[in-house]
Structures are given as structure tokens and as C-alpha cells.
């Protein structure tokens, strides 16, 4: 069993007070925490004009997210004032009846049923990445976090939109992207504690022009796929919902887009926080190749091999527990409440926050080690399901979180089939905290044949 601790930031010794709080927020929310943090069950702040409660314990988070969702189902203004300009009305964002009703559309789009004729899709991608790496020469190093990019938005683009992938709407969707994260990714002051605001917040109108290319991109796949052959993509599916259930093409836009962010960024940092922790541990690398020698061989991948890869599929799943790919989940109470007899008042926003319950020292043994073990099916402790969120929990849980477990098991699979990647020596991995958890600097890494 592994001993590695991967790094995490600096913890504070004790609180931060309301103006500490800011200054590291602004700069990366992960900094924030003090060691007591990873005790706690449930604690509050208030923050100028704001009540801030961190729910951080599996009871008081099943209700927020489960018992009383129904008060809590509003995103916070951070997400809110963050992503409107790109995903308008989309699932990600919407709430009461909206929410509702595209939920329910969304949901069989991505069934078991469905993820198994996806997989196909992963695979061939993930394919195509091995003859690209194949191509480099020995010893070269690679920058695993963009090349984690380019593979999930092919899966996720032919998802989508089809099998073919033109590589230019590719690359122009995934530097788009960038550009919209790095435009309304900064958690400033007033966006993420809904304060007054006279405090500078994020580049509106920058992140409303870089949204308006995404739309330009989006609009005109959509407009091809209404003449399109393709039958069995997402946007085929949207298309052919009728009378009451149809939706417009702005409509249409905003759910693409949706899916299209939530599949794209996690999934790349998940893989790439997964290459990272296998670098580091031998043992790990070791019993992950023999699982994949003996369950894929040199035969090609099945839908069926998902669930013969429970080590690779325990990787992944420790991966995303200590760098949760959304760190920090944010809800704004509708009305008041009480929660472990303290009141929540109206308007108050109430933190989930994997970051912490991932690393609880309560509900994790050796919470800071990486150990894949306690996720396979013989682990002498399973985790408590509103312990480990990494794709949230209750009604709002990510709807496409089976298909990204099986994409990135898939993928991590097929590539380790074929190489390895070590970190150069001497090299530092950091993290940058927006609003998803990616690794620092692109993460280099030198790739070598099997």
C-alpha cells in the first residue's frame, strides 16, 4: 500500500479572519482552510453584508443537497454572475421549473444503456491519442494537462455532435473555453460572497465577448446537425423532442453547452491528476498494468471492460478525491432555516466543499495519502456516499456522472496500455484553483513506450 502524500496547500494554524478570508479567496480559494477545517462538521462566517455556512459533514450535507434541496437548489451568485453569459438558461444553472424539466430530458440521454454506446466513442479517441504519442520520439515530454484537453473534447464534442470532429472547431472550442475560464474563472470578492457591488468583480463584458464566439461555434453545429446523418448523437436526440417537450435553438445551444463545459475541463483534470498520483507510486503502476494486460490484452476495448477494470476505476476515483474536479460547491438559501439548531437566514450562502469532506480527518483513514485501495470492492471501509462528492450528491448531481467515470477509466486504461509517464526530476506540481481543480503549469511529464 502506497505511502505518498501528493502536495496540498499551506494550513493555517488557526481561523482567518473576514479580511484574511478575502485576500486568499482572491487568489486561490484552496488557502483559505485552516487545519481545524478538516475536523469540523459544520461552521459560519459572515463576510460584510453575508452569512457563509460550510456544511462538512455527510448529515448536514444530505440536507442541504437531499432533505431540504428545494431551498438550497439556487446556485450562488459566483455561479450565477459567472456562467450565465455562456450557458443562459442551461441545466448547469437553472433552477425551479426550467431545471425540472431539463433534468428530465437530460437524464435518459445519459443512461447506462447510453454510456455503453458511447463507449465506443472514448475508445476511439483515446485510440487516436495513442498512434499521435506513438509518433514522439523516445523520452519526450509532453504537457499532460492540454493533452488531456484535446482527448476529452473529442469525446465529448462527438458526443455530442457526431463522430467526425473537425480538429479546427476543436481547437477553437477548447482555446474558447480557456479564454471564458480565464475571463470569468477569477473568484473575486463579490461574485463568489454576493457582496454589494461597488466591489470589482469579474470581466463581464470580456467573458460575454469570448461566450459570444463559443455560441458562433455551437450555433452552426447545431444548424449542420439538423441535416445531419448522424442519428444517435445528444444534439440528434434534442432534436427530435416535439410539440411541448421541443426546445428552441438557443435552448438547444444552452444545453450543448452545458454539457459540453462539464465534460471537457473535469474529465482533463481528472486524467491528469491521475497520471501525476501513478507517477509517483511504483506499487500503484505496477498492479495497474497487470490489470490492464490481463483484462484488455491486445485485443480492442469493449463496453464491457469498464467494469473488469475495478483497479483502474479505483485510481480515478481516489484521484478525484484529493483534487475533487469542482472543489467548492456554492448554494444560496431560498428561505430560513435551521441546521443543527443554528438559523440559516434567507439569502445566506451554504458551502459543500469537497476539498475538506475528501480530506476529513473523521471519515478517512490517512485522509492526505493516496491509496486507490479504498475504493475496490474488498476496501474493510466504504466510504459514506455524502463523504466522497465529486460529482456532487442529491437531485442536482452531475447528470453525466457515470459516463464521465467510465470515459475516464477507459482512457486511463487504454493509454497506460501503451506507455508510461514519469516527472521529469526536480519538477514541482502545483494547482490552480478557478473554479475547477486543474494541476499548475500544464503538468510536464516525459513519456516512455511499454
Same mark, same amino acid.
Request: charged share 25%.
Given at each position: 500500500?502506497? $505511502?505518498?502524500?501528493?502536495?496540498?496547500?499551506?494550513?493555517?494554524?488557526?481561523?482567518?479572519?473576514?479580511?484574511?478570508?478575502?485576500?486568499?479567496?482572491?487568489?486561490?480559494?484552496?488557502?483559505?482552510?485552516?487545519?481545524?477545517?478538516?475536523?469540523?462538521?459544520?461552521?459560519?462566517?459572515?463576510?460584510?453584508?453575508?452569512?457563509?455556512?460550510?456544511?462538512?459533514?455527510?448529515?448536514?450535507?444530505?440536507?442541504?443537497?437531499?432533505?431540504?434541496?428545494?431551498?438550497?437548489?439556487?446556485?450562488?451568485?459566483?455561479?450565477?454572475?459567472?456562467?450565465?453569459?455562456?450557458?443562459?438558461?442551461?441545466?448547469?444553472?437553472?433552477?425551479?421549473?426550467?431545471?425540472?424539466?431539463?433534468?428530465?430530458?437530460?437524464?435518459?440521454?445519459?443512461?447506462?444503456?447510453?454510456?455503453?454506446?458511447?463507449?465506443?466513442?472514448?475508445?476511439?479517441?483515446?485510440?487516436?491519442?495513442?498512434?499521435?504519442?506513438?509518433?514522439?520520439?523516445?523520452?519526450?515530454?509532453?504537457?499532460?494537462?492540454?493533452?488531456?484537453?484535446?482527448?476529452?473534447?473529442?469525446?465529448?464534442?462527438?458526443?455530442?455532435?457526431?463522430?467526425?470532429?473537425?480538429?479546427?472547431?476543436?481547437?477553437?472550442?477548447?482555446?474558447?473555453?480557456?479564454?471564458?475560464?480565464?475571463?470569468?474563472?477569477?473568484?473575486?470578492?463579490?461574485?463568489?460572497?454576493?457582496?454589494?457591488?461597488?466591489?470589482?468583480?469579474?470581466?463581464?463584458?470580456?467573458?460575454?465577448?469570448?461566450?459570444?464566439?463559443?455560441?458562433?461555434?455551437?450555433?452552426?453545429?447545431?444548424?449542420?446537425?439538423?441535416?445531419?446523418?448522424?442519428?444517435?448523437?445528444?444534439?440528434?436526440?434534442?432534436?427530435?423532442?416535439?410539440?411541448?417537450?421541443?426546445?428552441?435553438?438557443?435552448?438547444?445551444?444552452?444545453?450543448?453547452?452545458?454539457?459540453?463545459?462539464?465534460?471537457?475541463?473535469?474529465?482533463?483534470?481528472?486524467?491528469?491528476?491521475?497520471?501525476?498520483?501513478?507517477?509517483?507510486?511504483?506499487?500503484?503502476?505496477?498492479?495497474?498494468?497487470?490489470?490492464?494486460?490481463?483484462?484488455?490484452?491486445?485485443?480492442?476495448?469493449?463496453?464491457?471492460?469498464?467494469?473488469?477494470?475495478?483497479?483502474?476505476?479505483?485510481?480515478?476515483?481516489?484521484?478525484?478525491?484529493?483534487?475533487?474536479?469542482?472543489?467548492?460547491?456554492?448554494? $444560496?438559501?431560498?428561505?430560513?432555516?435551521?441546521?443543527?439548531?443554528?438559523?440559516?437566514?434567507?439569502?445566506?450562502?451554504?458551502?459543500?466543499?469537497?476539498?475538506?469532506?475528501?480530506?476529513?480527518?473523521?471519515?478517512?483513514?490517512?485522509?492526505?495519502?493516496?491509496?486507490?485501495?479504498?475504493?475496490?470492492?474488498?476496501?474493510?471501509?466504504?466510504?459514506?456516499?455524502?463523504?466522497?462528492?465529486?460529482?456532487?450528491?442529491?437531485?442536482?448531481?452531475?447528470?453525466?456522472?457515470?459516463?464521465?467515470?467510465?470515459?475516464?477509466?477507459?482512457?486511463?486504461?487504454?493509454?497506460?496500455?501503451?506507455?508510461?509517464?514519469?516527472?521529469?526530476?526536480?519538477?514541482?506540481?502545483?494547482? $490552480?484553483?478557478?473554479?475547477?481543480?486543474?494541476?499548475?503549469?500544464?503538468?510536464?511529464?516525459?513519456?516512455?513506450?511499454?
Amino acid at each position: 500500500m502506497t $505511502e505518498f502524500i501528493p502536495p496540498f496547500p499551506t494550513r493555517h494554524k488557526k481561523s482567518l479572519g473576514p479580511l484574511d478570508i478575502l485576500k486568499h479567496a482572491s487568489r486561490d480559494l484552496l488557502s483559505i482552510w485552516p487545519e481545524e477545517a478538516f475536523e469540523r462538521q459544520f461552521m459560519s462566517t459572515r463576510i460584510i453584508n453575508r452569512s457563509v455556512f460550510i456544511a462538512n459533514c455527510p448529515d448536514v450535507i444530505r440536507h442541504v443537497l437531499v432533505t431540504n434541496h428545494a431551498n438550497y437548489e439556487k446556485k450562488s451568485p459566483l455561479l450565477r454572475k459567472a456562467f450565465e453569459p455562456l450557458l443562459g438558461d442551461g441545466l448547469f444553472i437553472s433552477d425551479g421549473e426550467t431545471w425540472r424539466q431539463r433534468r428530465g430530458m437530460a437524464e435518459p440521454l445519459f443512461s447506462p444503456e447510453q454510456v455503453a454506446r458511447f463507449t465506443a466513442i472514448m475508445a476511439k479517441a483515446a485510440e487516436e491519442c495513442v498512434r499521435d504519442w506513438s509518433a514522439l520520439k523516445p523520452g519526450a515530454t509532453l504537457n499532460v494537462l492540454p493533452e488531456m484537453l484535446t482527448l476529452s473534447t473529442q469525446i465529448i464534442y462527438r458526443t455530442l455532435f457526431g463522430d467526425q470532429a473537425d480538429s479546427g472547431q476543436v481547437t477553437r472550442l477548447i482555446d474558447g473555453m480557456a479564454d471564458y475560464h480565464a475571463a470569468s474563472g477569477k473568484l473575486d470578492l463579490n461574485t463568489f460572497f454576493g457582496l454589494p457591488s461597488w466591489i470589482p468583480g469579474i470581466k463581464r463584458n470580456q467573458a460575454t465577448l469570448v461566450a459570444g464566439g463559443i455560441h458562433a461555434i455551437i450555433g452552426k453545429l447545431i444548424a449542420d446537425g439538423v441535416n445531419s446523418d448522424n442519428k444517435n448523437s445528444i444534439l440528434a436526440h434534442l432534436l427530435k423532442r416535439q410539440g411541448n417537450e421541443a426546445l428552441t435553438p438557443v435552448q438547444i445551444r444552452n444545453e450543448l453547452t452545458s454539457l459540453f463545459m462539464a465534460g471537457q475541463e473535469t474529465a482533463a483534470n481528472t486524467l491528469a491528476w491521475a497520471w501525476y498520483l501513478i507517477s509517483q507510486c511504483p506499487d500503484v503502476e505496477q498492479r495497474l498494468h497487470r490489470e490492464i494486460d490481463e483484462v484488455i490484452g491486445s485485443d480492442s476495448t469493449t463496453p464491457d471492460d469498464f467494469s473488469r477494470l475495478p483497479y483502474a476505476r479505483a485510481i480515478i476515483e481516489e484521484s478525484m478525491r484529493l483534487y475533487p474536479p469542482v472543489p467548492i460547491l456554492s448554494r $444560496e438559501a431560498a428561505g430560513d432555516d435551521i441546521i443543527r439548531k443554528r438559523p440559516v437566514p434567507a439569502g445566506s450562502i451554504v458551502l459543500v466543499v469537497p476539498w475538506l469532506l475528501h480530506r476529513h480527518k473523521l471519515y478517512w483513514d490517512r485522509p492526505d495519502h493516496f491509496m486507490p485501495e479504498r475504493f475496490l470492492a474488498d476496501a474493510p471501509v466504504k466510504p459514506d456516499e455524502f463523504a466522497y462528492i465529486p460529482f456532487s450528491a442529491g437531485p442536482r448531481v452531475c447528470v453525466a456522472k457515470f459516463f464521465g467515470t467510465v470515459e475516464t477509466t477507459l482512457c486511463l486504461a487504454i493509454l497506460a496500455r501503451h506507455f508510461r509517464l514519469t516527472l521529469p526530476e526536480g519538477q514541482q506540481v502545483t494547482h $490552480e484553483c478557478r473554479l475547477t481543480l486543474r494541476p499548475g503549469n500544464n503538468l510536464l511529464m516525459r513519456i516512455t513506450a511499454r
